[in-house]
């Protein structure tokens, strides 16, 4: 191993005189060294870069259009929830107008209804009280009838002997008889 490093310390004292040979200088060496390294990576790394680099693109590329897609998407839900929204708001407005002006129809049917009710009630009590009237008309003509025909009585019985009670009879069958043969 000796012999090798002696080798390159040997060729590394060669003359330059327009030949081959080794340069040792540090930093001159570096750039050499450096720039080799960076072109054979370039040479053989460009395609595995190319496919990495190219795999990156597309993936990138797929992500934008999926994204453009769920925007694309997303606006039209947007769009669709705010024409709902809007009908629905609509509706609300008509609901709202239209309740009113049910409440006020509920309202004056009800304040008509109340009439009504009120104008039966008053003619039930208007009728009622034309009925008490009425049977207490029919009461004081009952006992006044009544009464009369108590004094009657007590005053024909008073007056009446058994001949006129006989007459009375015979008169009333009379008047029968006369009945009986008209309906006949």
Same mark, same amino acid.
């Given at each position: 191993?000796?012999?090798?490093?002696?080798?390159? %310390?040997?060729? *590394?004292?060669?003359?330059?005189?327009?030949?081959?040979?080794?340069?040792?200088?540090?930093?001159?060496?570096?750039?050499?060294?450096?720039?080799?390294?960076?072109? %054979?990576?370039?040479?053989?790394?460009?395609?595995?870069?190319?496919?990495?680099?190219?795999?990156?693109?597309?993936?990138?590329?797929?992500?934008?259009?999926?994204? /453009?897609?769920?925007?694309?998407?997303?606006?039209?839900?947007?769009?669709? &929830?705010?024409?709902?929204?809007?009908? %629905?708001?609509?509706? !609300? /407005?008509?609901?709202?107008?239209?309740?009113?002006?049910?409440? /006020?129809?509920?309202?004056?049917?009800?304040?008509?209804? !109340?009439?009504?009710?009120?104008?039966?009630?008053?003619?039930?009590?208007?009728?009622?009280?034309?009925?008490?009237?009425? +049977? &207490?008309?029919?009461?004081?003509?009952? +006992? %006044?009838?009544?009464?009369?025909?108590?004094?009657?009585? *007590?005053?024909?019985?008073?007056?009446?002997?058994? /001949?006129?009670?006989?007459?009375?009879?015979?008169?009333?069958?009379?008047?029968?008889? !006369?009945?009986?043969?008209?309906?006949?």
């Amino acid at each position: 191993m000796k012999n090798l490093t002696d080798s390159f %310390v040997f060729l *590394g004292h060669w003359p330059s005189a327009g030949s081959f040979g080794f340069n040792t200088d540090i930093l001159a060496t570096n750039l050499i060294n450096l720039s080799v390294v960076l072109g %054979v990576l370039i040479f053989f790394g460009k395609g595995v870069l190319s496919d990495l680099l190219d795999n990156r693109k597309q993936r990138i590329l797929s992500t934008i259009r999926n994204s /453009e897609e769920l925007c694309g998407g997303a606006v039209e839900q947007l769009e669709k &929830a705010r024409a709902r929204l809007r009908k %629905v708001e609509r509706e !609300a /407005e008509e609901f709202r107008v239209n309740g009113y002006s049910e409440i /006020e129809q509920e309202k004056m049917n009800l304040i008509n209804a !109340a009439y009504q009710n009120l104008e039966q009630l008053e003619n039930y009590k208007n009728e009622t009280i034309h009925f008490e009237q009425q +049977r &207490a008309i029919n009461q004081v003509q009952q +006992r %006044v009838f009544q009464q009369a025909l108590q004094g009657a009585l *007590g005053t024909l019985n008073n007056c009446l002997n058994g /001949e006129l009670h006989l007459r009375t009879i015979g008169a009333n069958i009379g008047i029968l008889g !006369a009945m009986k043969e008209i309906t006949d």
